[in-house]
């Protein structure tokens, strides 16, 4: 393996702003000028994108920002020790050491264990204390090696991140897995979403707790580096379960009726006794929280405050998130089916894959064959949109026993025409009788059978039932019916609804407003046809709508670089790449330091942009990718020009409002802003 760490990757003592976002983007120039990445926007872009989503920053004056980055090309460490520490949202304070870790997207197991094993090690004091102490990057550089030696040596041993499911017996224990006698058993599962250092910090950080407080604990470590599930007998001789996780828990149905304590993966950093405590409180507490049959928790406490519209939402988030690749697959797959055998190529592509092949072409030659196979396989990938809408929807509030009933309540819809909306009531109906089943007290014999057997067939049965004798019928009428006003709206309509869609996609930049906008776009591409072509143009409205925050902030850095800080200055770099890719989110550093006039900008030059594009008829067939998908695009020069057109509108927007309406931001002010972005 190449050396994780080189002296040229260590910066020492050095004042790198008064934000993450600038020290990031340091550390990542130092990546890519080591030569370990291709490009510096790519990495910083993936980087501030995972710190977005958790805050990096640990007790003890640490941060480790991580991400995987298809601008990587070798596991990377780059080590910043500022001479002037920066928030990266710890309870504890600003970090001082920082620790840049960068991953391939196909990191191979070996240098994930590595990269893990690292992470791990910064909970160690003395390990933290000799960094602060050394005088050059050489010696940085040396009491990392030291560190993941052992691992690189016998990389997949016992010492490496699997090693994190460990018992934390109490004084008087026996071997790992044979607690004290009298002593409370606790497992754990802890997860993030890349699963290359949180998942091992917390994991060791509750072991480390456990130990001191005299409990049991063995802790299961869902991360990028391999897991090595808790055995039956352990899970069984539990008292309680801890999810330490960002992300779903795999096979949850294994900790079935067991009392749970669910929160982020940080807090597991932050807090692993309070964890603990609560999960030792929750013992003995009849009406505590439990993991349900069915293998969700009946009422996870992450969302034990939500109220019904909000568990409702995030299921459905839920249910398109799973749902988009099979629509961005078939919609692109599609696309190059046309362009490679012309639009009538719907008309003959069944009878061309069937009858001919590589060696026996259809008239027309290689291109329209190829065009029906691309076309085909399209085709049928979209045919999932509906079943894996509502299958995930189920998933989202059931877990995995909603999945098939959910399919099949999915399947059901499309059956009967009731189209996507028929698709999200009989997710919701599968997934809300799954979790009801699954919240069933029965027989140990028989709760093996619970998710395989009896929850998708009871499910399956309500759900699918209620589709068939009740509702399909009248979802299936107001399907039809949405889709001719769709059909049938010329002129102003068009361009209210394009208006409409703009504002929404630019209101919350990535948020609730501007995912609702984007999910109704996608989830009626199923319907779209040569004859039917509202839903792509909705979604071109949409696409387009929401590459104009990102862009026009860039443009508005570039014509007016006084009125922006140094550190917006960069985000704008960045923000040309995340714009053109229909990144909307792109816009939130500067949404988040002048709210008030950069979301009022944004928002009127995207519902310009989203009306043009109505007007003129652009159609999209991709469900995302932005300028990439040219290919995907009909009119792509008009679909260019009104996000040109709103760029523009937008950046003078904001250049005037920051002007004229009030004083400008300091650069400190603005950096405060940022830095509360990212450690949100």
Same mark, same amino acid.
């Given at each position: 393996m190449s050396a994780l760490i080189t002296p040229e990757l260590v910066a020492l003592d050095q004042n790198l702003g008064g934000a993450p976002a600038t020290v990031i983007r340091h550390l990542a120039e130092l990546v890519v000028g080591a030569g370990r990445a291709t490009e510096i926007d790519g990495?910083?872009?993936?980087?501030?994108?995972?710190?977005?989503?958790?805050?990096?920053?640990?007790? =003890? #004056? @640490?941060?480790?920002?991580?991400?995987?980055?298809?601008?990587?090309?070798?596991?990377?460490?780059?080590?910043?020790?500022?001479?002037?520490?920066?928030?990266? =949202?710890?309870?504890?304070?600003?970090a001082d050491l920082i620790f840049m870790i960068a991953a391939p997207e196909g990191a191979d197991q070996d240098h994930l264990k590595?990269?893990?094993?690292?992470?791990?090690?910064?909970?160690?004091?003395?390990?933290?204390?000799?960094?602060?102490?050394?005088?050059?990057?050489? *010696?940085?550089?040396?009491?990392?090696?030291?560190?993941?030696?052992?691992?690189?040596?016998?990389?997949?041993?016992?010492?490496?991140?699997?090693?994190?499911?460990?018992?934390?017996?109490?004084?008087?224990? =026996?071997?790992?897995?044979?607690?004290?006698?009298?002593?409370?058993?606790?497992?754990?599962?802890?997860?993030?979403?890349?699963? !290359?250092?949180?998942?091992?910090?917390?994991?060791?950080?509750?072991?480390?707790?456990?130990?001191?407080? &005299?409990?049991?604990?063995?802790?299961?470590? +869902?991360?990028?580096?391999?897991?090595?599930?808790?055995?039956?007998?352990?899970?069984?001789?539990?008292?309680?379960?801890?999810?330490?996780?960002?992300?779903?828990?795999?096979?949850?149905?294994?900790?079935?009726?067991?009392?749970? !304590? +669910?929160?982020?993966?940080?807090?597991?950093?932050?807090?692993?006794?309070?964890?603990? +405590?609560?999960?030792?409180?929750?013992?003995?507490?009849?009406?505590?929280?439990?993991?349900?049959?069915?293998?969700?928790?009946?009422?996870?406490?992450?969302?034990?405050?939500?109220?019904?519209?909000?568990?409702?939402?995030?299921?459905?988030?839920?249910?398109?998130?799973?749902?988009?690749?099979?629509?961005?697959?078939?919609?692109?797959?599609?696309?190059?089916?046309?362009?490679? &055998?012309?639009?009538?190529?719907? *008309?003959?592509?069944?009878?061309?894959?069937? +009858?001919?092949?590589?060696?026996?072409?259809? *008239? &027309?030659?290689?291109?329209?064959?190829?065009?029906?196979? @691309?076309?085909? !396989? #399209?085709?049928?990938?979209?045919?999932?949109?509906?079943?894996?809408?509502?299958?995930? !929807?189920?998933? =989202?509030i059931a877990d995995r026993p909603g999945i098939a009933p959910g399919f099949v309540a999915g399947a059901v819809s499309g059956f009967m025409g009731a189209g996507f909306l028929g698709g999200i009531v009989g997710g919701l109906l599968a997934g809300v009788a799954a979790a009801y089943i699954g919240s069933f007290k029965v027989p140990s014999w028989l709760r093996s059978l619970m998710p395989v057997v009896i929850i998708p067939l009871l499910a399956s049965i309500f759900a699918s039932g209620l589709m068939f004798l009740v509702l399909g019928g009248p979802i299936a009428w107001l399907t039809v019916a949405l889709s001719d006003w769709l059909n049938g709206m010329t002129g102003a309509s068009v361009i209210i609804l394009g208006l409409i869609l703009g504002l929404m996609m630019a209101f919350d930049l990535g948020g609730p407003v501007n995912k609702v906008a984007y999910s109704f776009a996608v989830a009626g591409l199923g319907a779209a046809t040569l004859a039917n072509q509202a839903p792509w143009q909705i979604m071109a409205a949409v696409m387009a709508a929401g590459m104009v925050p990102p862009l026009a902030m860039a443009l508005a850095t570039v014509l007016d670089r006084k009125l922006f800080s140094p550190v917006e200055r960069e985000n704008g770099k960045a923000a040309w790449l995340l714009g053109a890719s229909f990144i909307s989110e792109g816009a939130i550093p500067f949404a988040a330091a002048d709210p008030l006039r950069v979301i009022p900008a944004s928002m009127l030059g995207a519902a310009t942009t989203g009306a043009l594009t109505m007007a003129w008829g652009v159609t999209s067939k991709a469900p995302h990718g932005g300028m990439f998908v040219f290919f995907a695009i009909d009119n792509f020069l008009l679909f260019a020009l009104a996000i040109i057109i709103g760029t523009v509108i937008s950046a003078i927007a904001v250049i005037v409002l920051k002007r004229y309406v009030r004083k400008a931001p300091t650069a400190e002010n603005a950096e405060l802003a940022n830095t509360t972005l990212v450690t949100a």
């Open positions: 990495l910083y872009a993936d980087a501030l994108a995972r710190e977005a989503k958790t805050s990096t920053g640990i007790p =003890g #004056g @640490l941060a480790i920002p991580h991400c995987r980055s298809s601008a990587v090309t070798e596991p990377t460490l780059a080590v910043a020790r500022l001479s002037q520490p920066v928030d990266f =949202g710890s309870a504890d304070g600003p590595i990269l893990s094993k690292l992470a791990r090690s910064l909970m160690k004091s003395d390990f933290t204390t000799a960094l602060r102490a050394a005088k050059t990057p050489e *010696e940085i550089v040396t009491l990392v090696t030291d560190i993941v030696a052992p691992v690189t040596a016998t990389a997949g041993a016992h010492s490496g991140p699997a090693a994190a499911r460990a018992t934390a017996a109490p004084t008087g224990a =026996g071997t790992e897995g044979t607690p004290a006698t009298g002593a409370r058993r606790l497992v754990a599962v802890t997860a993030c979403p890349t699963g !290359i250092a949180h998942t091992y910090m917390a994991a060791d950080a509750l072991v480390a707790a456990a130990k001191e407080m &005299g409990i049991d604990l063995q802790v299961e470590t +869902q991360g990028s580096a391999g897991a090595t599930p808790l055995a039956a007998s352990v899970i069984n001789a539990a008292d309680a379960v801890i999810f330490a996780v960002d992300v779903d828990v795999r096979d949850k149905a294994r900790f079935a009726g067991k009392p749970v !304590i +669910q929160a982020p993966v940080k807090r597991g950093i932050d807090e692993p006794k309070k964890m603990i +405590q609560e999960a030792l409180a929750a013992v003995d507490n009849p009406n505590a929280r439990r993991v349900s049959g069915g293998g969700a928790a009946a009422s996870d406490s992450v969302t034990e405050n939500e109220h019904l519209g909000q568990k409702v939402k995030r299921a459905l988030l839920t249910g398109v998130s799973y749902m988009i690749p099979f629509v961005a697959g078939g919609g692109l797959l599609i696309a190059l089916g046309f362009l490679l &055998g012309g639009y009538k190529i719907t *008309e003959v592509a069944d009878t061309v894959v069937l +009858q001919n092949s590589l060696w026996n072409l259809p *008239e &027309g030659g290689m291109l329209i064959y190829l065009g029906a196979v @691309l076309f085909k !396989i #399209g085709a049928l990938s979209m045919g999932f949109l509906v079943p894996a809408l509502a299958g995930y !929807i189920a998933y =989202g």
